[in-house]
Nanobody, 123 residues
Framework: QVQLTESGGGLVQAGGSLRLSCAAS????????MGWFRQAPGKEREFVAA????????YLADSVKGRFTISGDNAKNTVYLQMNSLTPEDTAVYYC????????????????WGQGTQVTVSS
């Protein structure tokens, strides 16, 4: 059974940075991918970033390109989301997710999710 545990959220001023972590436990075979999504109050869950764990190819939403990056640590089975130049529009609960196969920018493609971590950016 796959378990995902996020950490690193918090309150930060606009222009600041945060790094989110997502530790994955369980067995993974073949090609698999991890993604980050976020959900603000009253809005749908939206794609932020994803990484193909085998090829290390990364994918970023247009809204975060140039500010966020995603990376992974094999030894720790952990994916990171480095968030720089944060704005109040980045305020949301951030979720990590994992799927067998290549990365997708659709939440429905990921069967396994973490509990989420709150990120609040003050102006």
């Amino acid at each position: 059974q796959v378990q995902l545990t996020e950490s690193g959220g918090g309150l930060v001023q606009a222009g600041g940075s945060l790094r989110l972590s997502c530790a994955a436990s369980g067995r993974f075979f073949g090609t698999w991918s991890m993604g980050w999504f976020r959900q603000a109050p009253g809005k749908e869950r939206e794609f932020v970033a994803a990484i193909n764990w085998s090829s290390r190819s990364i994918y970023l939403a247009d809204s975060v390109k140039g500010r966020f990056t995603i990376s992974g640590d094999n030894a720790k089975n952990t994916v990171y989301l480095q968030m720089n130049s944060l704005t109040p529009e980045d305020t949301a609960v951030y979720y990590c997710a994992v799927r067998q196969g290549g990365p997708y920018n659709l939440a429905g493609a990921y069967p396994n999710w973490g509990q989420g971590t709150q990120v609040t950016v003050s102006s």
